[in-house]
């Protein structure tokens, strides 16, 4: 009995894993905007992800700026990218979709 509770626990697992992949991962950043505090990048599926220091903090921002200028570099792609609602205008820019996670796939 315990063991095919055990094997419906991991079943669970890798089914609900395998669902909340996130919904920008797979793609590369192909541009980088700035516009005061905050920047913006383009991505290889034609997304917008805008990465806002209001929101995030000086620290998170350059992080993600490193990481983002990184990934246009060595053409590696997105791991974790959850990004929120669109935003309908960003510096002369719209439909922008702001995140607050981004990750690299090794």
Request: hydrophobic share 40%; glycine share 8%.
């Amino acid at each position: 009995m315990f063991k095919k509770v055990k094997i419906l626990v991991l079943f669970l697992f890798v089914v609900a894993s395998s669902v909340s992949h996130s919904e920008g991962s797979g793609q590369t950043v192909e541009q980088i905007f700035y516009c005061g505090d905050d920047f913006a990048m383009r991505m290889s599926g034609g997304d917008w992800y805008l990465v806002q220091k209001s929101k995030v903090g000086e620290k998170k921002l350059d992080h993600f700026l490193s990481l983002a200028m990184f990934m246009m570099a060595s053409g590696k792609k997105t791991a974790n990218v959850f990004p929120g609602d669109k935003i309908d205008q960003w510096c002369g820019t719209s439909n922008l979709r702001p995140i607050h996670i981004l990750s690299v796939k090794n």
